[in-house]
């Protein structure tokens, strides 16, 4: 698979999620890198902007438990360079209309995330 730089493609530039993927089960984290890496370089829409809806779609479904997508999404933003800022305006944004206790599980990951020392206001992405 070739290198593409992380601000071109999330999936395809972080080493470390693929390697979470492919920890999963082996064929599935290929067919997942290769799909999402696909969707994730699209040229339009850019990538912390795909990394923000990907969350939001994490908290519409439900998909917000420590070891779910959302953990993974957030870090993703982080790395993508949205702040934990951004992040927490958009879960009080999805409260209106996903629903306030799918976002308080949210706002716990995020805080999780939040308390490793990834993602404090103001710290630059990793």
Known sequence: MSKVPIEENAVL???ELQ???KSVSPRWGDLCIR??????????????????????????????????????H??????????????EE???????????NKVASALAILKLVDGSGEARSGDPPR
Do not use: H
């Open 90 to 100: 958009l879960l009080l944004f999805l409260s209106i209309y996903a629903g306030f």
């Open 13 to 15: 530039g972080d080493e």
């Open 35 to 72: 799909a999402a890496g696909e969707v994730w370089g699209l040229p339009i829409i850019p990538q912390k902007t795909k990394a923000l809806i990907a969350v939001a779609i994490d908290v519409v479904t439900c998909n917000v438990g420590t070891t779910s997508p959302l953990d993974v």
């Open 74 to 87: 957030v870090r993703m933003a982080l790395k993508q360079g949205a702040t934990r800022d951004e992040l």
């Open 19 to 21: 390697a979470s993927l």
